[in-house]
């Protein structure tokens, strides 16, 4: 569906972008540019780029050429009093400084909508992939602390490849029963790696068996993802029973990390059939929809029926890169696993960037904001 049929009523908001010349910032400066009710108004970054238009801070990498309103805003440095007109802020900041610049601008009654790692396991933040988990935005008021805010939050959503995992295994376990254990091989874009990224004479005609860090994230970040909420108690219930093993490989892609997971079921006298979970993945209707969010996909997850797919130059454009294609849902054929699924991603877009948007829809739509 069209980005602008579904918009009817939804109310304007001002926001900005720190970090607005990276990889995601300039991801998410088009899709606000895009947006019939999100407003750019303020852009910000280091201070190799302030003072600039941000015409002349960026060096453009998107296939869609720059729209020229944002082109002329004046680049400044990420402090809150540049951003006082905003009701929203993204941030797409190196990790370097997001944690601070984060906080700052959290301690000034502004709400955050961040891609960074640094508070993605902080207790009172939530960590919310738009197609899952927005039942954990509920814990914004009591992160506000009543008393010290009135609007300022901060909402983290998660590593790019844990996306391409949470939203299949989310609609696996809501019709299938618990998964206890995943196996996953990622294959990620280069584009993961901001820009300029990985040095092209490192990764042309080669994969790199290593992500700094990356393999780390997995499991915490599912764990969090995918457990629950106590509002009473003011916390997040983890899923400490998941246990997630990885391996991160960077692939000679441009955009959209793969993910090759295998799963081993809770209940494992009783394992759902091939068509069963094909028939979750399929069937699988998110909040996100439900609420109607402006940027929400028709469809969570693509499911797939080809053979050889999904793909990531075929497929990461799937639902203007906010659904997931998931494909070869198969049997496993050892005894350790019970089935396996391949899934696609775009990382800067539900993998970043759209994340960060679709949260602060439905923030919005919730009222948090
Ligand atoms: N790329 C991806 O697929 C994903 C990235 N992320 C996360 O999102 C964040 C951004 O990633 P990405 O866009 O790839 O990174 P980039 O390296 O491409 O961009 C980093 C941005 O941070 C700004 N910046 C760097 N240092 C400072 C500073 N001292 N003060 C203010 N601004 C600063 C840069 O501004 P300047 O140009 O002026 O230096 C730039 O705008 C990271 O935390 C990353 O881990 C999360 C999910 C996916
Ligand atoms: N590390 C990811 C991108 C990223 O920045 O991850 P995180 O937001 O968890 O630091 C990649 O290289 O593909």
């Known amino acids: 569906m069209a980005l602008t049929t579904k918009t009817a009523g939804f109310p304007k908001r001002k926001c900005g972008v720190l970090g607005c010349t990276g990889s995601v910032g300039q991801r998410f400066s088009l899709l606000l540019a895009q947006h019939p009710h999100f407003e750019l108004v303020a852009v910000g970054a280091s201070d190799r780029s302030k003072g600039k238009t941000y015409r002349e801070a960026v060096n453009w990498k998107q296939t869609t050429s720059m ?12 402090k809150p009093e540049h951003f006082k007109d905003c009701d929203i802020v993204f941030s797409g900041l190196d990790s370097s400084v997001a944690g601070d610049v984060e906080t700052e601008f ?3 009654d502004i709400p955050v909508f961040s891609n960074a790692k640094n508070h993605r396991q902080a207790p009172g933040i939530p960590l919310v992939v738009p197609t899952v988990n927005l039942s954990h935005l509920d814990l914004i008021p009591a ?3 009543p008393g010290k805010r009135e609007k300022g939050f901060i909402v983290c959503n998660s590593n790019c490849a844990v996306i391409g995992i949470v939203i299949p295994l989310a609609a696996i376990q809501a019709k299938c029963g618990v998964v206890k254990q995943i196996n996953v091989f990622t294959l990620q874009a280069i584009s993961g790696a901001g820009y300029p990224g990985v040095p092209s004479s490192d990764i042309i005609d080669n994969v790199i068996p290593y992500i700094s860090g ?8 599912a764990r969090k993802i995918l457990g629950g909420v106590d509002v009473r108690a003011k916390e997040f219930l983890e899923r400490v029973d998941l246990e997630v093993a990885a391996k991160c490989i960077r692939v000679p892609v441009q955009d959209g990390h793969m993910a090759v997971v295998q799963m081993r079921f809770g209940d494992r006298k009783n394992v759902p059939s091939v068509e069963a979970v094909k028939s979750a993945l399929s069937d699988y209707v998110s909040e996100a ?7 929400a996909p028709e469809k969570a997850i693509t499911l797939m029926a080809e053979r050889d797919r999904p793909q990531p130059r075929l497929d990461r454009d799937a639902d203007r890169g ?7 849902v198969e049997k496993e054929s050892g005894a350790l696993f019970d089935m396996r699924f391949t899934a696609l991603s775009h990382n800067t877009i539900i993998g970043a960037a759209g994340s960060s948007i679709l949260n602060a829809e439905a923030a919005v739509i919730k009222g948090f904001v």
Request: proline share 8%; with cysteine.
């Open 214 to 221: 990356e393999e780390e994230k997995m499991q915490p970040e």
């Open 67 to 78: 729209p020229l309103k944002i082109g002329e805003l004046l680049v400044t440095e990420c």
């Open 106 to 108: 959290y301690l000034a």
């Open 289 to 295: 929809q439900i609420l109607a969010c402006p940027s």
């Open 322 to 328: 906010y659904s997931v294609s998931v494909g070869q």
């Open 143 to 145: 992160h506000r602390q």
